[in-house]
């Protein structure tokens, strides 16, 4: 019984080879990719398939592919090697880190592309699963396609304005704003400049000189002291302050993201 089991194992290799029983190519069919964001500007992507053997015997092979990313051509690799059982279906996964800063070249061209209202940017993976059996080699297409989300942008807002210390010249503000985070992973904000409106005209302007650590969908608030001329801000103004009804804006440009 051994022997006819050897004799079978060994035989049917040789059919293929003669043609008697021909080889048919594997189908390969695109299922999902999920995207994991690593940090602001890198993100893990996996993408799913499944590959059905219609063949009698077991075959192995590799994927050759390139992921093209917002239209140029990004990243090239090959998968492990794969094995692919005779009638059956199998799954793999094709696996890359992303680093979004390098489809826009500089962080800042992403931050643009995102103040602008770009939500995300699309990919695509064209591929080939290249195998060989008894001297006999195929390929078998691949192809998919989807979009990578866009780490989203801290807002800024501004909670209140009151009155420091008053001099002859000059009046010193406390300014109050808060950094939200809006995304699933901490970022870390790097210095930014700022405006403060008030009423339809800048009241104060500056940078934001240390950078600023804020965990996932946490709100962080920062206190941020300015001097103002007494004559430019006003009379109209100061007792506004005075009396606290004082309302106004804070406006950033974030330049670099972490």
């Known amino acids: 019984m051994t ?4 004799f079978l194992f060994c035989f049917l290799p040789l059919l293929f080879l003669a043609g008697c029983v021909p080889l048919k190519t594997p189908q ?18 996996k993408s799913h398939f499944t590959v059905n ?14 992921i093209i990313i917002n239209g140029q051509k990004f990243l090239e690799g090959t998968t492990p090697n794969l094995s692919m059982k005779a009638e059956a279906q199998s799954s793999f996964t094709i696996e890359n880190t992303i680093e979004i800063e390098k489809v ?4 800042s061209n992403l931050i643009q592309e995102i103040e602008a209202g770009k939500e995300s940017v699309p990919f695509q993976i064209n591929g080939k699963l290249k195998s060989s059996v008894i001297g006999f ?5 691949l192809s998919a396609s989807g979009e990578i989300p866009l780490p989203k942008l801290p807002g800024i807002g501004l909670e209140s304005i009151s009155l420091g210390s008053i001099s002859l010249n000059d009046v010193t503000l406390k300014i109050k704003a808060r950094l939200t985070n809006r995304n699933d992973f901490p970022i870390k904000v790097n210095p930014f400049p700022y405006q403060v409106i008030v009423e339809g ?3 104060a302007n500056g940078t934001i000189n240390e950078p600023i650590q804020i965990n996932a969908h946490e709100e962080k608030d920062m206190v941020i002291d300015v001097k103002v001329n007494l004559t430019a801000l006003g009379e109209t103004l100061l007792k506004k302050l005075n009396s606290q009804t004082l309302k106004g804006d804070i406006k950033s440009t974030f330049q670099s993201i972490q």
């Open 137 to 141: 080699s195929f390929e078998a297409p």
């Open 104 to 107: 826009y070249g500089l962080i």
């Open 3 to 6: 022997r006819k089991i050897l």
């Open 28 to 45: 390969i069919v695109y299922l999902s990719s999920d995207v994991s964001f690593l940090s602001f500007d890198k993100v893990l992507v």
């Open 201 to 203: 005209k800048e009241l």
């Open 53 to 66: 053997n219609p063949n009698q015997i077991a075959l192995g092979g590799s994927v050759e592919y390139e």
